[in-house]
């Protein structure tokens, strides 16, 4: 009896599994073009434009309201240029003597002869990039969405640039790794003289 008891309790086991899969694999998969609670399974995406207008004119459109809890993601991503310490440079410095002797009669031709110098210490600029980010959520109303000139992206430069100047520790920066070095190419040239 115990081991059609355990059977049976198997196959029921089995059968809620099977459906709890099935289940599982029918429900809509997230949209990764959709922020994340961007407003649950009923909300469809649509242009800028018609989004204001579904705001002036909710009438005219199947569901017949405007958007309700609006909310407005705006992210800014800059790669930048910041100062990093200098790199060392030694310059090579030359010494040469050139000497003549003259007299009534005579004369020893001018002539030159190398001497040993220090070469002089020097330094170049160095640049490491980085990437910052500022990324802010907000609610809006119907109202201030009618009220944007131009689009989201107009918008939400606005808004990040005042968040840029307001609050500098909101910004995220990140180290790309990519340096900018003076001193890599760092080569004697002859360059002409502007006249």
Not at 25 to 33: C, E, G, N
Request: proline share 6%; charged share 25%; net charge neutral.
């Amino acid at each position: 009896m115990t081991h059609y008891k355990n059977a049976w309790f198997a196959a029921v086991l089995s059968l809620v599994v099977a459906g709890a899969v099935a289940q599982a694999d029918s429900m809509p998969k997230p949209d990764p073009a959709k922020p994340s609670g961007s407003g649950g399974p009923q909300a469809a995406a649509v242009a800028w434009d018609e989004f204001r207008e579904r705001c002036a004119q909710p009438e005219k459109f199947d569901v017949q309201r405007a958007p309700q809890n609006i909310r407005v993601q705006c992210t800014d991503t800059r790669m930048n240029w910041i100062a990093a310490p200098a790199s060392a440079l030694t310059l090579p410095c030359e010494r040469r003597v050139g000497g003549a002797v003259f007299s009534d009669k005579f004369y020893v031709a001018n002539s030159e002869r190398d001497f040993e110098v220090s070469a002089k210490a020097g330094s170049c600029h160095r640049f490491q990039e980085v990437e910052e980010t500022i990324a802010v959520e907000r609610p809006v109303s119907c109202d201030e969405v009618l009220g944007v000139k131009g689009d989201v992206h107009d918008w939400c430069s606005s808004v990040l640039e005042g968040v840029r100047m307001s609050n500098p520790k909101a910004i995220e920066r990140r180290d790309t790794n990519r340096v900018f070095d003076t001193c890599a190419d760092a080569k004697i040239r002859v360059v002409e003289a502007r006249r």
